[in-house]
């Protein structure tokens, strides 16, 4: 297979072509995959492999939406793996504080705002800005924290409720809780502590 | 959460569950290819292997031919070298004569029935406690040995090694053969 240059993936990033989602998904799995056994300690085929597709969301998310530009001698890959392992650093952080399974009630917390600034620096932190602004960087700043951030059992029930539109009984009996109130509570817990995560953001970020 | 938030919330989960299913779809077709060329690949393999088997199957087949081949002639050759004018001597009174006469002419299945005969025939009833009887009975075997010393040259002559070898054998390893080390020299140039 040919291999794609960095110009060409992205241009086909903020194109949004299907085409290039499947080569660039192609070009870099192996390549992740060995890097990831070799530099992730204790990672399984399983793991590597839904990292890195979390990692190719998250990356083709915040090129698409041109939140994202790739310094001229920086390569494509290296922000990838980068933003992988910055994915498997919380989901590893999120693992110690939460070893049980993800049914459990105890909701992971999100992590700290500032080690997410420290890595990945909100884009506009100008004084002087619109309305229509705000909202453009509030939304930019949500789809960071839930394209990168959010922990299991969050981001199932997220999943379940916005995205395959379950009612609390059917995410209930997929996620193997009690009853429809304890998705209610667990629901209401992620909620609240990602609401806590943004406003912090967007704070930082001179939102509010 | 207020409602301006949430709905922020839910349009990312959304467009990134989407994006997620997208290359979830991706991974498994890739997965799916990769699971064909696996199984391609082995088969493959095992047809490189069942073809290398055949080869060596029938280089075996081949290289055993050859080998029996010149074991046999070897052996045909061995068995025409011996003399079997040497052999006609009967000591306790059978005639050979008939039977090395078929061999050199080539009638085995005549040579192996006059043996046969030969050996149907009931051993003489002689008194082995009296000297005579003992000398006879000496003789007797004497000529039995020479049979089946004749019925091993028959053999190597007909291009038959392993029953030949047999019967060398039997007869090298017999103390009191006539034969012994006629046997014995047949056996080492086998």
Known sequence: MKRLKDKDIVAGIKADSQKMKELMYRQFRDEFLRWAFRNMSGIDMDKALTIYTDACVAVWDKLRQGRYTLRPNAAFRTYLFQVAKYIWLNRRRAEKKNPSAPTNVEIDRFPDPDVLSENFSDKFLADDISETDIMERKRSIVREVIFQDVQEPCRSIFRYKYYEEMSSSEIAEKMSYSDSRSVITAASRCKKKLEIVLTERFRKSKLI | MR?????????????KEALRDEFAAIESGLQRIRK?????????????????????AVACVVVGIFVRRTSVGDCRTLGNGVVLADLTIARGGMDFQPITDAIDEGRYEDADRMMAELRNIPAPDYNPETEEGSYRLALYKADMQTLDYLQA??????????KARRLLKAIASDSSSFWKDSASGLLERM
């Open chain 2, 3 to 15: 409602d301006e938030m949430e709905e922020m919330v839910a349009e990312a989960v959304r467009d």
């Open chain 2, 153 to 162: 040259v028959s053999l190597m002559r007909q291009g038959r090694p392993a």
């Open chain 2, 36 to 56: 064909v060329h696996k199984v391609r690949k082995v088969r493959k393999v095992r047809r490189i292997v069942y073809l290398c088997v055949s080869v060596a």
